[in-house]
């Protein structure tokens, strides 16, 4: 048979790889028989389209129903099943004006064997050293409360600094968990996008940073919102929160005392833009390309007095890109800065 004359279903056979095609319904329209081979799914359960009913096939079909339901152009999962260690991507392709969900399996089972082995290493440090930390953290403030009124105020003050940098270490721990997530791709397997209220989210976030960030307590009324707060959007909820929470709290900790932070919304058919508006000092032009990468910092009087490592705005654009949105950012020295981002919107429904 000459490559000319074939059809699709003798190319998908030709390929080394598993291949699974969706219909936006969960109908299997296609597969070759290395896909067969790497899950081992009966054939006669997927020609029925009994994937869900298979025992073991949990976290198969909740990848390939959450990405079809909700993910848009493409996603990618690593999947434990049948002893084996399986990579599926999903790419989403529009035909005859339907949409199609393309499956592509393969076999990675000596990669992430070795994976799973430093991904237990490390959660294992970060448990050993979190353990004591909770320990260290339940004294002091023990200590703190019963001799409140018994301690001098330079005992006092060394207290509330033990305290902070407990704090402190137990934050840089979450953050380091967060990166190894991130960079060894496990990421994803903690975020499930779904319909949520974009509103909801957005007041969840200032809750949180006037809540605990105690200079801010009394400056709510700097906030400016504007726009269809009511939209429904496709996003990890907590996750998206804590986009928010960064961002709103560097237009804070970036601008002076009165200056307000402005929050607009608006839509088309499939998306949602967000932006985050600030008139504080602002980036300079040498370094705004840089302000998404891990650890950096730019040289300012305001990240001179501030703690962190650097990491909160990769964390926010790593998070972003796992829920098919995006994040950019505008800004001029001196004069403020626009974050904007951009996510899928979803179907009205009560969320």
Known sequence: ????????????????????????????????????????????????NNISEINGMEQFYSFIASFIKYHGNSAQEVIELNQKF?????????????????????????????????????????????????T?????????????????ADHAEALSMSISEVNRLN???????????????????????????????????LTTLFNTVSPLTKNRQRIHISGDTELTIIADEKKLSNIFFILLNNAFQYSGANSPVEISISKDTSTATIVIKDYGIGISEENIS??????????????KLATGQGLSLFF?????????????????????????????????ANV
Not at 4 to 19: A, N, Q, R, T
Not at 101 to 123: F, H, P
Not at 290 to 303: A, C, G
Not at 332 to 346: A, C, Q, Y
């Open 290 to 303: 840089n302000i998404f990468t891990k650890f950096y910092r730019e040289n300012n009087p305001v990240n």
């Open 86 to 134: 399986l990579s599926c991507s999903a790419q989403q392709v529009k035909k005859d004006d339907t949409c199609q969900s393309i499956i592509i399996i393969t076999d990675a089972t000596s990669v992430n064997s070795l994976e799973k082995i430093r991904r237990d290493y490390i959660n294992t440090i970060l448990h050993s050293l979190r353990t004591p930390l909770a």
């Open 1 to 48: 048979m000459s490559i000319e004359s074939w059809s699709f279903e003798d190319f998908i056979e030709f390929l080394p790889v598993g291949i699974i095609i969706f219909g936006s319904d969960l109908q299997v329209v296609s597969y070759n028989k290395r896909a067969i081979e790497l899950t081992g799914i009966d054939e006669n359960d997927l020609l029925l």
């Open 171 to 205: 934050t840089i721990l979450d953050d380091l968990k967060e990166l190894f997530y991130i960079e060894s791709g496990l990421a994803h397997t903690f975020i499930k996008p779904k319909p949520i209220s974009l509103s909801r989210v957005i007041d969840n976030a």
């Open 136 to 152: 260290l953290t339940s004294s002091i403030n023990f200590m703190s409360t019963i001799a409140a009124n018994e301690i001098s």
């Open 316 to 348: 926010a654009k790593s998070w972003i890109d796992l829920m098919n949105g995006s994040i950019m950012c505008e800004s001029k020295e001196h004069s403020g800065s626009v974050f904007t981002l951009t996510l899928n919107v979803g179907a009205s």
